[in-house]
């Protein structure tokens, strides 16, 4: 056990493999009954000595394969943070915040332990949960004019995480004017929400986004869908949905096929213009940028579907507009005909997997191209080294590096699938260099000096990008073929 006595009331926590970890701690109040949908609230004080020695309620959400055996609880109560920190001293250590992916629908600040990187780096690693599906995403804003925003409450929750962090970190060991945002998925998404958010600024000095699509769509009529599915008046669905059990609500959810995996948007009160817009507004003085995709994303979502699912590309290519996989203007069709004139011996499940590895590798290549367009630094890897796990039928999928980016493989009980040999010489020192170029990255803002071969920022015509592999390398323009296929050449 360890004891901090903060701003905010004594703390007991736990020691543990060489760092503290303070565990569920609240940072906002919950958001439940009349809070329910509401923009969220700092937590304030907590009177008796708070104990956090284990982890926070999850957001609502469905259990899944993938869900960890120990997971803890759902609940619409499940606003908490984690800390882990070498010591909860004065030392004012770089402060890395996780946001966790999952389609904006499953997932928690738990799922992935911190302690290693904290360690290794001497570093305190924050990691967040935040209110997913509707409970977080649902845009409400034409129903009460409190409710504008309301389809970002999940980035809001996120964004008053940061501003308890620029707060209280400090107590903590950490140093407030010196974090670095990321995350994967999702998470890298909700990075690149952070920077089309004005009231996020400031509160972050780094950024990376991990197969991250950028943010621009508007919200989606999802309402209008539980309106639907209810049988109610749209005038009278606001009280509906007050009035349902959080468990209630997350059925309907799940029973009116909402598909929340495309929950970012642009509301205009938090999200207020897209990614790209705001890269360029930026400009110059915008943070230090990191961005990059897998090799292999899209056999993640095959391997997860059932045995002897059809797969269909064009179904594949109309999911991933939101994802930003098409330029404005560029026909569907046009497209998948492209693709298949460049594969025209793949199955439709392998076309499936390259429309989506596709929608992942364009936003991190035109973030990265944005931020360097400004005058900023930025940089692009890809991940290539393949997995073992199912004979190796995965390559690179969505995901696989946050592993190495943890440096899970010191510790291969926290690695909730394991899909790269724990035992391979080979896949430990890629963790270890790539863990320890993000922590490079998150002291300096450059991700140089690690063990990994010189990474120059991103920049025209060059593209240099980091091929993250066996052996690391850098090459230029890589994605050429990609760039005529998107129209970006």
């Known amino acids: 056990m360890t004891r ?10 736990k020691s543990q493999y060489g760092i503290q970890a303070f565990l569920g701690i609240p940072y906002a109040k919950p958001p439940v009954g009349a809070r329910r949908f509401r923009a969220p609230e700092p937590h304030g004080l907590w009177l008796d000595t708070l104990d956090a020695t284990t982890m926070g309620n999850r957001a609502m959400q469905p259990e899944t394969p993938v869900t960890p055996a120990a997971a803890a609880p759902i609940s619409e109560d499940c606003l908490f943070l984690n800390i882990y920190t070498p010591a909860a001293d004065d030392r004012a250590r770089p402060v890395l915040f996780w946001i966790h992916g999952g389609a904006y629908y499953i997932g928690s600040g738990n799922d992935h332990d911190g302690s290693v990187l904290a360690a290794q780096g001497d570093v305190v690693v924050v990691s967040v949960s935040y209110r997913l599906g509707v409970f977080g995403f649902l845009d409400l804003s034409k129903y009460d004019d409190e409710l504008a925003g309301s389809a970002s409450n999940g980035f809001r929750d996120q964004i008053l995480a940061l501003t308890w962090v620029r707060d209280n970190i400090a107590e903590y060991g950490g140093d407030p004017s010196n974090v670095t945002i990321f995350g994967c998925s999702a998470g890298g998404a909700s990075v690149n929400a952070m920077l089309a958010a004005p009231s996020a600024d400031g509160l972050y000095h780094r950024a990376i986004a991990h197969s991250g699509p950028a943010i621009i769509e508007a919200p989606s009529p999802d309402a209008a869908t539980l309106a639907t599915h209810f049988q109610v008046d749209e005038a009278g669905l606001l009280p509906y949905l007050r009035a349902l059990s959080a ?16 929950g970012a948007s642009i509301d205009g ?30 056999t993640t979502f095959t391997s ?7 797969f269909d590309p064009m179904l594949a290519v109309q999911m991933a507009i939101p994802y930003g996989l098409l330029r404005p203007g560029a026909e569907p069709a046009e497209y998948l005909a492209a693709l298949k004139a460049a594969y025209p011996n793949a199955t439709d499940k392998a076309l499936y997997e390259r429309v989506w590895t596709e929608s992942f590798r364009r936003p991190a290549i035109r973030t990265a191209a944005a931020v360097s367009a400004a005058g900023g630094n930025a940089w692009l890897y890809r991940f290539d080294l393949p997995s073992t796990a199912m004979e190796g039928v995965l390559g690179a999928p969505h995901g696989c590096e946050v592993a190495f980016t943890f440096n899970d493989f010191v510790r291969p009980e926290i690695l909730l699938n394991p899909i790269h040999d724990v035992d391979d010489p080979v896949v430990l020192q890629l963790a270890e260099q790539w863990s320890n ?3 490079a990255f998150a002291r300096s803002g450059d991700p140089n000096g690690a063990g990994l071969p010189h990474w120059p920022p991103y920049r025209e015509p060059a ?7 066996a052996t690391p390398r850098i090459e230029l323009d890589p994605d050429r073929a990609l760039h005529h296929r998107w129209g970006d050449a």
């Open 4 to 13: 901090v006595s903060t701003r905010l009331g004594e703390v007991v926590g």
């Open 463 to 469: 593209r240099e990008v980091m091929m993250l592999d």
């Open 304 to 310: 997860l579907a059932p045995e002897g699912t059809p």
């Open 269 to 298: 009160v938090v999200i207020t213009r897209n990614t790209y817009q705001a890269i360029a507004e930026h400009g110059a003085k915008g943070v230090p940028y990191m961005s990059g995709s897998n090799r292999d994303e899209g």
């Open 437 to 439: 170029t993000i922590l």
């Open 247 to 262: 468990e209630e609500l997350l059925v309907a959810q799940l029973e009116s096929g909402i598909d929340m995996s495309a």
